[in-house]
């Protein structure tokens, strides 16, 4: 079973930067899309990016231009950074594979951007 262990979250001011690291066990990595997700209280888990395994990325309008995914293959890694971060990417982040079927939701990492 695929297991998804996300890293790297925090506390950081407007206009800083994180950068968001998950490692996935499980041989099928390098053959999925990959994507990271977050939740903010009290909202639907959303998409913020994918990954194809080739390296094709797509991202939501709201974070264009700030977030970067990119992946790893060989490692089973996947990393998002974040620049430019807004209070409203306050969330939990999550990654996991952007279609189904998909296993259990990891912890996520907590990223919370204030002054």
């Known amino acids: 079973q695929v297991q998804f262990v996300e890293s790297g979250g925090g506390l950081v001011q407007p206009g800083g930067s994180l950068r968001l690291s998950c490692a996935a066990s499980?041989?099928?990595?390098?053959?999925?899309?990959m994507g990271w997700y977050r939740q903010a209280p009290g909202k639907q888990r959303e998409l913020v990016a994918r990954i194809t395994s080739g390296g094709i990325k797509n991202y939501a309008d709201s974070v264009k231009d700030r977030f970067t995914i990119s992946r790893d293959n060989a490692k089973n890694t996947v990393v998002l950074e974040m620049n430019s971060l807004k209070p409203e990417d306050t969330a939990v982040y999550y990654c996991n594979y952007y279609l189904p079927p998909q296993p259990a939701w990891g912890q996520g990492t907590q990223v919370t951007v204030s002054s």
């Open positions: 499980g041989s099928i990595f390098s053959s999925r899309v």
